[in-house]
């Protein structure tokens, strides 16, 4: 079958004298780049454009309710850890910083349990897809708080209990429903 | 023959052939549960109904044998909403607990559920809830709530093993897979059961809860457990190797292997000669190449070839053979006294094991022209005692109950190398010149199984730490010795070998041309 | 004092004390926090120094500028294997001192007059006493001469870099950096025609010394006013010299790594670094002395400021070590501005492509420069 390809020819605006030079466009563009900087260099802290934000200092209130930090892992009502193992998240990991030994549990409803669960912050590159590859609402990184940097790599391989004692209790069900967060609402 | 009609394509196929296998000639697949190729069909489980022309109902298509001018129609409408049915039947119980099950990735429910239902549950009752972890054998695990109740297991155990321990209990929705009263699931097959479970109801105790199966990566291997030489599929993650599976080949193994076959993988995996030791100090290959000749010069030229003691191992591959032969002939020379180490005689039965525990002692036979002027290890042991060796070379480290002779008198020998893949306990300590070999996981070679059938053995992954392959050892220490084997590819080895030896080739796409049938 | 002695004073002061003060503070500030300032952001802020919490060195980034410097001594010198050590060794000198040794010409201030100044009708300034030439490291008739002989040798610096380093990349950057370098010193050398040609001399200070005369009697006759277009072209051929945006094309992430520098590393790529900015400021110090009046203030002279006819009392009388102060603090203000202008320029404009620079080179800029010339020269002939 023959394609056919529509060809729609663009009116080509044609410079002037002036703007073929660049003179009068460099002059406008730096124009520009020295508003931005006396503005930012001299004004007052409040009339300044800076949008950077010091964290942690302005604390993270501004952030938006998605954003990835930690990672912590969930708990049951009984306050064991929600996680089952399912190596889900080691999975689809793209930086295979999930380390995951799985155990059996004494309790037959459990039966599976992380024996080993250890994440290198390190090599983690914060994109979530743990949090959305978790079928039990047992890992997430709504801690808000960032990676942090470290003088002593040892210090960057999160253990299991380590990101427990910074988890909440989760009562989701299948679908992610009763999913709430009732701590970490910055 | 009969001829039919299957979605429009026309088949001829024998007499008495099912349905299923006629679809399958056809190029479809039908979806089944309680079917098994190797197996009795009782059509329980209603996943391979199919529409035939005239019949009033759907049938089910592993019962069913073809007619002359049927017209069956395997992917229609009818069909399809019956499978979905289907699904959602066994799905009322079936818990959705996929994360911790060990079968995902690999679970006939799972796959079936995606391609012919894929709708959320309207079941809104609980769940049937049953015993989670049933201690149903010393190495199976049954999930009562997962069980589907296709009788998989227990018809294995019944027509294959003959050993019937298993049976279903109770009825309805509370029947459960159950061994019968003082009986346990502990026959030499039970983990075999695992296999032919279609959902995670059997779990291996070995594997359970080891490796999500979507991360394995299968290559296509030979048992070394015994002579057999079972086909498998050796599943292996990041260069270890987490399981063995029988592969179906109808001229060895069929759909099966042993149990302790299957668990002969974790040898593999421990006390792994990992770097080449001289005196008992790690060393480079080019230093311990050239320690081991020189050594083993030394001794030829003052005692002379015949106080050479060469060792070879049934447990190697005939390539890594035929090199040990060319090396003890060229390099080491007239006159070696040979032996073959080796598992000591085990257990038998009339299905798949064999007494001799070593996979390739029929290769070594052919290398070799026979055996006969071959010691075993206590021949060995008693040369050494009569202090008629001043030099061993050993491939391998198995020796059977003569180890205990064999390690006594290896102290006193002048010059021990020890070629093998596993540290062997006091034997590395008795070495003095230590050379890490591959397993056959980490390398490609040829078996010959106690049938004479030649089988090959494909590299899973690269040699652990420092190995090498037997074949590439002998090159480098002969090469050192100044007797260089011309050799550079596997293939030149094998060209070589079938040459010499009667053996046939293995034909390697044997099983390609005729694809096992759907399990 | 042995002249040698002053000499010495002299190199330390001005290379050391202040081209690499200003050099090595521009990979702070200019390469920083002034491009911060510029993309609404704050820059480095947050090491402190010897870990004294001051907050003003933290907003500076002083700490992270001397980090740096640390950085840069303590990595590995690695040399890639296959490479020419000696020539690899040799490139970043090469490309750095010719950064350094343009500043011997360069007047910070008039000849040191010991005696009484006359200032004539003509605008010149007689010395009553000796003339001591304590702003300027070497005095030398040709100074101009002597600028670019020694800045065209880090050419030299860039292409040997590349071709030493061992690698295709290095070498295409060396390629395109020493392209690039011989066709911009093309225009500046047809630039600075017009401008010899209207000062008549090749003596920098001599050169500003002209540049305090007044057109008019109200417009001083600096560079720029005389010779607008020779400034043009010599702004943007110097820009394009110094190897910065937006004529960094010698480097290229994403094509050619870092070009020349990509194999460089510890204080020899650091020393790369410093020799670009060195020359941003050299090339920055020559626009000010050619065409804003070097270390000139405008209406001021030996004797204090005129306004009008610069003979008679001083309007405003100025003690002469203010004089001298004041003439100095203009040469180093100016030079400052036309540095932080080049950055200005950096961070406003996005890179060329590698044909529109030869476009720029050899098709505008030459035709552009010779026709200055010409018109200059039918000027001067009339006038």
Redesign the interface.
């Known amino acids: 079958m023959a394609r056919t390809i529509n060809v729609v020819p663009q009116e080509r605006v044609p410079k002037t004298f002036w703007e073929k030079s660049y003179v009068p466009e460099i002059m406008r563009g730096l124009a520009v780049t020295i508003r931005q900087f006396g503005r930012n260099t001299f004004s007052r802290k409040e009339n300044r454009d800076t949008f950077t934000i010091e964290y942690p200092e302005s604390g993270t209130s501004h952030y938006p309710e998605r954003y990835r930090g930690r990672h912590r892992l969930m708990l049951r009502e009984d306050g064991q850890v929600r996680c089952v193992a399912c190596m889900c998240c080691s999975t689809i990991c793209p930086a295979n910083c999930i380390h995951i030994e799985a155990g059996e549990h004494d309790d037959p409803t459990v039966e599976k349990y992380p024996a080993v669960f250890v994440i290198d912050e390190l090599r983690c590159i914060v994109c979530g897809l743990c949090v959305e590859a978790c079928p039990c609402d047992a890992i997430r990184m709504d801690t808000g708080v960032h990676m942090q940097p470290r003088f002593d790599r040892t210090t960057a391989f999160h253990a299991r209990d380590e990101m427990m004692s910074r988890g909440g209790l989760s009562l989701a069900t299948k679908g992610g429903r009763d999913a709430v967060n009732e701590d970490y609402t910055w | 023959m009969p001829v039919l009609t299957i979605n429009g394509t026309e088949v001829e196929v024998d007499r008495g052939t099912t349905l299923l296998k006629a679809a399958a000639v056809a190029g479809y697949e039908v979806p089944h549960f309680c079917y098994h190729p190797a197996l009795s069909s009782p059509a329980n489980c209603r996943m391979c109904l199919v529409e035939v022309e005239g019949a009033p109902k759907l049938m089910p298509g592993c019962y069913n044998q073809v007619n002359d001018g049927m017209i069956v129609h395997t992917e229609s409408d009818r069909v399809k909403r019956a499978r979905k049915a289907v699904l959602e039947f066994i799905l009322v119980n079936h818990p959705?607990?996929?994360?911790?099950c060990d079968k995902?990735g690999e679970c006939k429910l799972q796959d079936y559920y995606f391609a012919y239902d894929a709708q959320e549950s309207r079941m809104r009752a609980e769940k049937q809830h049953k015993?989670?972890?049933y201690p149903i054998g010393p190495r199976v695990v049954y999930d009562g709530e997962r069980c589907i109740l296709c009788t998989r297991c227990i018809r294995f155990c019944e027509e294959i093993t003959g050993t019937g321990e298993l049976t279903l209990a109770d009825r309805g929705d509370k029947a459960e897979v159950r061994t019968f009263p003082g009986q346990d699931l502990d026959n030499d097959y039970s983990l075999c059961t695992v296999d032919v479970c279609p959902v995670g109801a059997l779990t291996s105790r070995d594997f359970?809860?080891?490796r999500?199966v979507?991360?394995l990566t299968s290559t296509d291997s030979v048992c070394t457990g015994c002579e057999m030489g079972c086909n498998i599929h050796l599943d292996h993650f990041r260069n270890t190797t987490e399981r063995y599976r029988p592969r179906y080949n109808p001229a060895v193994n069929d759909y099966w292997m042993c149990d302790d076959g299957r668990l002969s993988y974790k040898a593999l995996n421990e006390g792994r000669l990992e770097h080449p030791m001289l005196n008992g100090a790690q060393a480079t290959w080019h230093t311990i190449a050239g320690a081991a000749a020189s050594k083993l010069a030394a001794v030829i030229e003052k005692n002379g070839a015949s106080s050479v003691g060469f060792v070879i191992s049934p447990q190697a591959t005939s390539e890594d053979l035929f090199l040990a032969k060319m090396f003890a002939e060229t390099a080491i020379g007239e006159g070696v006294r040979l032996f073959i180490n080796g598992n000591d005689p085990g257990s038998s039965d009339e299905l798949l094991i064999r007494a001799d525990k070593n996979p390739n002692r029929a290769g070594a036979r052919l290398v070799f022209g026979g055996l006969d002027g071959v010691g075993d290890a206590s021949a060995l042991a008693d040369a050494l005692e009569a202090g008629e060796l001043e030099a061993v070379y050993m491939m391998g480290t198995e020796l059977g109950a003569a180890r205990g002779r064999v390690e006594a008198g290896l102290d006193d020998v002048g010059l021990f190398v020890l070629q093998a893949a596993h540290q062997g306990g006091v034997l590395l300590d008795a070495a003095h010149v230590a050379l890490p070999a591959a397993t056959h996981a980490e390398k490609r070679g040829t078996f010959v199984n106690c049938d004479a059938v030649v089988q090959t053995v494909d590299q899973a992954y690269p040699p652990n730490a420092d190995a090498l392959p037997d074949w590439q050892i002998f090159m480098k220490v002969a090469g050192a010795m100044g007797h260089k084997l011309p050799f550079t590819f596997l293939r030149q080895i094998q060209d070589r070998m079938f040459e010499a030896s009667e053996a046939p080739e293995p034909e390697e796409t044997a099983t390609e041309e005729a694809p096992a049938p759907a399990e | 004092m042995p002249e040698w002695i002053i000499t010495i004073v002299k190199i330390l002061v001005i290379v050391f004390g202040f081209v690499m003060g200003v050099a090595s503070l521009l990979t702070l500030v200019g390469d920083r926090k002034q491009s911060a300032k510029i993309q609404n952001r704050i820059g480095p802020n947050r090491a402190t120094l010897f870990g004294l919490d001051i907050q003003f060195f933290k907003n500076l980034g002083i700490s992270h500028f001397i980090a740096d410097g640390i950085k840069m001594v303590l990595k590995e010198n690695t040399i890639p294997n296959g490479a020419n050590k000696f020539l690899h060794g040799l490139a970043p000198s090469l490309v750095f001192l010719p950064g350094l040794f343009g500043w011997a010409v360069i007047p910070f201030m008039d000849t040191y007059c010991t005696g009484d100044i006359t200032v004539l009708a003509n605008y010149q300034e007689v010395c009553s006493g000796e003339e001591k030439r304590y702003f300027q490291i070497m005095h030398m008739e040709v100074g101009l001469l002597y600028a670019f002989a020694i800045t065209a040798i880090s050419v030299y610096g860039a292409a040997i870099a590349g071709w030493a380093s061992n690698n295709k990349y290095s070498l295409i950057g060396g390629l395109r950096s020493s392209a690039q370098m011989i066709s911009y010193e093309v225009a500046i050398g047809l630039s600075l025609a017009g401008v010899i040609l209207v000062y008549g001399t090749l003596d920098l200070n001599e050169m500003v010394r002209m540049q305090g005369h007044q057109m008019w009697g109200i417009v001083p006759m600096w560079g720029v006013f005389v010779q607008p277009v020779a400034f043009f072209m010599f702004f943007l051929a110097g820009m394009a010299e110094t190897k910065r945006a937006p004529f960094d094309v010698p480097e290229g992430e994403s094509e050619i790594v870092a070009g020349y520098i990509t194999e460089y590393s510890s204080m020899k790529f650091g020393v790369m670094q410093l020799g670009e900015y060195a020359a941003t400021v050299f090339i920055g110090s020559l626009v000010a002395i050619m065409f804003f009046g070097g270390w000139q203030v405008p209406f001021l002279y030996g004797d204090g400021f005129h306004f009008g006819t610069p003979t008679g009392t001083p309007d405003v009388a100025v003690p002469y070590a203010l004089i001298v102060l004041l003439r100095i603090g203009s040469m180093v203000i100016k030079t400052l501005f036309f540095v932080w202008l080049q950055f200005m320029m950096r961070w406003t404009l996005p890179r060329f492509r590698y044909d529109q620079i030869m476009t720029l080179g050899w098709k505008i800029l030459l035709p552009l420069g010779l026709a200055n010339l010409v018109i200059t020269a039918l000027l001067s002939a009339i006038f």
């Not at chain 2, 959705?96 to 911790?100: G, L």
């Open positions: 959705v607990d996929c994360p911790i995902a015993v989670k972890v359970r809860f080891k999500r979507w991360l």
